[in-house]
């Protein structure tokens, strides 16, 4: 029995990370001496400040679900798509919860840490906030990186609702890809974007557009992470968790 994999637009973008994780080794290795220097570049502190670590999640869930209403809701109005894809963030969102915030007590990665051998200058405090809140310093020498986590969760999230409903992207790509097979999972019918208005159509192009560039961003802070931050372990555990959702989408 011959197992046959076939790849489409979304198991392309899935690759990609990866593929970037284990060819940013090397350069890991290579140019750690400048990891101080790349985090006060301004651009790479601007990105990192207000895309990615302070408001990152804000970024996601407006860009989520203006490609949520406008491509899989409008203009036929289905129920049926926009339910699947609350479910796929409420999924998304409860795991971010899970790693990041509270997991019954301590969330996942600081558990991590204290198993790796974190701990709190205060004896008997064995969370970080609780740590630094109450004028302790908290050292951690396992650091599994959020970054990778959201930064790849979130991507590909959104590279799921686009190459699921937007044609010129996957035209774009199968141009350029050999034996890529393309196929829109969800097209509205022809009636429904004869009849969809002017305004309407413009708004969803400035919302494709607008997610294309928030993930070339989001990208290029994702191969800035690869090289430069954080420890080749440590961004494995965050590419492992990064990967949960989006491996499990289809089933969600």
Same mark, same amino acid.
């Given at each position: 029995?011959?197992?046959?994999?076939?790849?489409?637009?979304?198991?392309?973008?899935? &690759?990609?990370?990866?593929?970037?994780?284990?060819?940013?080794?090397?350069?890991?290795? &290579?140019?750690?001496?400048? %990891?101080?220097?790349?985090?006060?570049?301004?651009?790479? %502190?601007?990105?990192? &400040?207000?895309?990615?670590?302070?408001?990152?999640?804000?970024?996601?869930? *407006?860009?989520?679900?203006?490609?949520?209403?406008?491509?899989?809701?409008?203009?036929? *109005? @289905?129920?049926?798509?926009?339910?699947?894809?609350?479910?796929?963030?409420?999924?998304?969102?409860?795991?971010?919860?899970?790693?990041?915030?509270?997991?019954?007590?301590?969330?996942?990665?600081?558990?991590?840490?204290?198993?790796?051998? *974190?701990?709190?200058?205060?004896?008997?405090?064995?969370?970080?906030?609780?740590?630094?809140?109450?004028?302790?310093?908290?050292? @951690?020498?396992? @650091? #599994?990186?959020?970054?990778?986590?959201?930064?790849?969760?979130?991507?590909?999230?959104?590279?799921?609702?686009?190459?699921? /409903?937007? #044609?010129?992207?996957?035209?774009?790509?199968?141009?350029?890809?050999? @034996?890529?097979?393309?196929?829109?999972?969800?097209?509205?019918?022809? %009636? =429904?974007?004869?009849? *969809?208005? #002017?305004?309407?159509?413009?708004?969803?192009?400035?919302?494709?557009?607008?997610?294309?560039?928030?993930?070339?961003?989001?990208?290029? #802070?994702?191969? +800035?992470?690869?090289?430069?931050? /954080? +420890?080749?372990?440590?961004?494995?555990?965050?590419?492992?968790?990064?990967?949960?959702?989006?491996?499990?989408? =289809?089933?969600?």
């Amino acid at each position: 029995m011959r197992l046959t994999v076939k790849l489409t637009p979304y198991n392309l973008a899935y &690759l990609v990370y990866p593929v970037v994780y284990v060819c940013s080794i090397p350069l890991t290795l &290579l140019l750690k001496q400048y %990891n101080g220097v790349i985090a006060h570049v301004f651009p790479v %502190n601007f990105v990192e &400040l207000y895309i990615v670590s302070n408001h990152g999640y804000v970024w996601f869930s *407006a860009l989520y679900w203006a490609l949520a209403v406008t491509l899989g809701y409008f203009p036929g *109005a @289905d129920k049926e798509v926009l339910t699947r894809y609350t479910k796929i963030y409420l999924v998304n969102t409860l795991w971010i919860l899970v790693l990041l915030e509270w997991c019954f007590g301590s969330p996942i990665f600081e558990r991590i840490s204290v198993f790796a051998g *974190a701990a709190c200058s205060i004896e008997g405090i064995v969370r970080e906030y609780e740590c630094k809140n109450s004028g302790g310093v908290w050292s @951690d020498p396992f @650091d #599994s990186s959020s970054h990778y986590t959201f930064l790849i969760s979130s991507s590909l999230l959104v590279w799921y609702l686009l190459v699921s /409903h937007v #044609s010129w992207i996957t035209d774009y790509l199968s141009s350029r890809v050999p @034996d890529l097979e393309v196929g829109i999972a969800y097209t509205p019918l022809e %009636n =429904e974007l004869t009849q *969809a208005s #002017s305004r309407y159509k413009t708004v969803r192009f400035a919302v494709e557009v607008v997610a294309v560039v928030l993930l070339v961003i989001w990208f290029i #802070s994702y191969v +800035t992470t690869s090289i430069f931050f /954080h +420890t080749i372990p440590e961004k494995f555990v965050g590419l492992i968790c990064g990967l949960f959702v989006p491996t499990l989408i =289809e089933y969600i």
